[in-house]
């Protein structure tokens, strides 16, 4: 059950890597995704054309990302991109994610709440040679860990950097299939129900062994790459290693995420077809027995 997850982590990076048409369209789409990210931040609003492009940018970047994302599951369930069908998906996974940014703001607000309840003791050490003031209470000591911040934090870790996006994607894998509508069909009963189902597929162990090697190509390793100290000798040579950090964390971040999409996509459509049928319980229209036409004229 465990060894199928990775499988398919494995052969979606074959199967990426001998398909060189598909990995330059993401690649395409990611570098304008950057584009417009840069262009956002890089334009300053002075003149109205400086206003118009910077609003360009920022309504061009959402739509460049769901696209890419919308390009990758596509291609991940049928194999080939068809643009009409990923431009309305990217619609349907935008529409997915506001509900799922909601729900992370909110329960951002609600630790940030919980955590003011448990804050660390404010420690004062007395200056050498200074006696105590009388009336005023020693300064206790304070551990060095303070263990209600490290819970906070790595709630907030698991939370924002696993549960969230694993979510969000089987969200987005679930849209790209169907129509939104889909979701909130049989009433409240069936939409929790189906709520639940993409829940627990999303923090199920398989998805969990396909994301977390993902997260290690399309985050820790772009991190280490991109902070890590590189003794350099001049102008020169900082600007060829910052370039060369750049395209090492392009490459990984566009690649690691392909992979993991990719990944995922196909576990949760061979999931789906693993799953048994649902029983039709109407009854049967036509009668268990049967009668001769000969007997029932014969009195």
Known sequence: MLKQPLQSFFQSARSLFSDKSSLAIFAGLYALFLGALYGFVAVKEATVVQVILTLLFIALAPVLFFMLQAAIITHAKSGSINWPIV???STKLA?????????GVGVAWALNKWQGHYTAPFFNAPLPGQAPVPGIPAPRAVPPVYWPNVLFAWGRLLFFAVVVPLTLIHFWIGA??????DFFQGGFRA???RLGQTLSQALSPGSLLIYVPGLVLFALVPYAVLFARIPTKGAWSDIVVFS???LVVFLFVLVGW???LRALARNAGD???ALPAPVDEKPDPTPATAVDQPEMTTV
């Open 258 to 260: 392909v992979i993991t």
């Open 244 to 246: 060369a950090r750049l």
């Open 191 to 193: 939409s929790a129900t």
């Open 271 to 273: 999931a789906e077809k």
């Open 87 to 89: 431009l309305r998906s």
């Open 95 to 103: 529409l997915v994610t506001l509900p799922v940014i909601l729900v």
């Open 176 to 181: 790209a299939g169907k129509e939104v509508r």
